[in-house]
């Protein structure tokens, strides 16, 4: 039997009659933790979210709690709050649920974390093509301010703070937390070196900024309800709460799924609660986080140590659903975006898919990553174009091995990490294509950067 869902961030998403607006917000008790945080001291609230250990929802699972912390203080200057709302990894579809489904919910966890972080401003960045997304933030944040929850002299006490969403134009790098910065600031979205521009150091305007996901701050709500640790008692270790999974591909019944951090594993996910692969087909592969995380192959092992010392052999079915499961399978959690893969899939499409998506998105500042991520689609285009050679597997790879660790922000990694990870486990269906094109016999050509032609 399918294990249960347990919603907390999508508790009222879809319940029959729920609508968007303040007043049913409301009826569901929204805005009362807002007044409960008013009453305490801002610390004591970055301690209980410190408590619960409540990680990012947006892609790199770092502590949220750890970051209000390492927010500087001394330097005087204002403190910002930033919503990343860009939701632009491929197969993610989770933040524009509670922003359509529930934007209050949003609303209310950001006004508690900007109390929290004494933030007297704080932004909604939102990919532009979320346009409706933007308007019914707006309408949430005018509904708020007429009942006195955002703006001046919040629920009458003597703190003050605005919202603004800001629409991005659509692209993939303005999710890049200090791409987002620039882009806010209304400049090219280049990502900033880090040191020194840590958004919690030098972010928004060279002040210290908090930069979270949409789900990652509607936790805060209900960390402010149960208590910090009360709220670490939900999932595992390290791997608390709840999170949402937008689940795509080849399975039965694909869509978003919350559920208890570990409660589940990635099996359970997809035979149980998604139906399994589509009808007369087999799992072949899984992408557990997002288009830029390591690919999984159906029928690998995945062996290591638990943190207890005990040891583990996984098959994909086996790796829990949380941030630590699919990080021991040498991959990670990423965005919680899960595309299944049945053996209907050829792999080189797929690649090539990818590689397009992210030559298309890099920003060019990097040069490995500016001409690596087009060398990369004009490899695997060109194979799908019937021109596949014997060498076109190793020269992928080492396109990619040449990108990884080589850029200013993690795009360089998330362009070139489906790469290896699609060479790793895959390579023989790269080895076919050249073999189907007749060039499998040929001797390597040696011209490794004459890439079309
Ligand atoms: C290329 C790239 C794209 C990203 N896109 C997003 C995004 O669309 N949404 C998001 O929340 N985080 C995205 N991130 C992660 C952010 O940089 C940042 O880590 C996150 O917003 C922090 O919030 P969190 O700690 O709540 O996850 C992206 C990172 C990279 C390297």
């Not at 690998?300 to 499961?325: Q, T, V, Y």
């Amino acid at each position: 039997m399918a294990v249960a869902e347990k919603r907390i961030i999508l508790k009222y998403a879809d319940e029959p009659g729920y609508t968007p607006d303040i007043t049913c917000y409301m009826k569901h008790g929204g805005y009362q933790r807002l007044k409960k945080a008013l009453g305490m001291k801002p610390e004591d609230i970055v301690n209980e979210v410190a408590d619960s250990g409540v990680r990012g929802r947006g892609g790199a699972g770092f502590p949220m709690g750890m970051k209000m912390r390492f927010l500087d203080r001394k330097s005087g200057k204002p403190i910002y709050l930033v919503c990343n709302a860009d939701e632009s990894e491929p197969g993610t579809f989770k933040d524009r649920q509670i922003i359509h489904k529930d934007p209050h919910q949003l609303i209310e966890g950001l006004m508690i974390t900007a109390y929290a972080i004494q933030a007297a401003q704080a932004f909604i960045y939102i990919r532009g093509e979320m346009y409706q997304g933007a308007r019914m933030l707006e309408t949430a944040i005018e509904e708020a301010r007429a009942k006195g929850f955002t703006g001046a002299n919040i629920g009458g006490s003597n703190y003050s703070c605005e919202i603004v969403v800001h629409r991005g134009a659509g692209a993939y790098i303005c999710g890049e937390e200090t791409g987002l910065l620039e882009s806010l600031e209304g400049k090219r979205p280049y990502p900033r070196i880090k040191p020194p521009f840590f958004p919690a150091v030098l972010g928004l305007y060279q002040c210290p900024t908090l930069v979270n996901n949409v789900e990652t701050i509607c936790n805060v709500k209900h960390i402010v309800d149960m208590g910090g640790k009360e709220y670490a008692k939900i999932g595992r270790p390290n791997n608390t709460g709840t999170r949402i999974w937008s689940v795509s591909g080849h399975v039965k019944r694909p869509g978003y799924y919350e559920f208890e951090c570990g409660a589940l594993t990635y099996g359970e996910l997809i035979y149980d609660v998604c139906g399994g692969i589509r009808d007369g087909h087999k799992l072949k592969a899984v992408i557990p986080g997002g288009s830029s995380s390591k690919i999984l192959r159906a029928g690998e092992r995945f062996k290591g140590k638990n943190k207890d010392g005990s040891e583990f052999d996984w098959g994909i079915e086996d790796i829990p659903l949380d941030f630590d499961g699919p990080m021991a399978a040498g991959s990670m959690s990423g965005s919680g975006a899960v595309i299944v893969m049945d053996d209907s899939t050829d792999m080189v499409e797929a690649m090539a898919n990818i590689n397009a998506f992210y030559a298309h998105e890099s920003c060019g500042q990097c040069t490995p990553c500016r001409e690596g991520s087009l060398w990369l689609r004009k490899i695997t285009s060109r194979m799908c174009a019937g021109g596949a050679r014997a060498e076109d597997a190793d020269l992928l790879k080492s396109v990619a091995d040449q990108m990884a660790g080589r850029t200013i922000c993690a795009f360089g990694e998330a362009a070139s990490w489906p790469v290896q990870s699609f060479i790793a486990k895959f390579k023989d269906e790269f080895v076919a294509k050249a073999q189907q094109a007749g060039n499998a016999s040929k001797a390597p050509t040696g011209r490794g950067f004459r890439l079309i032609g």
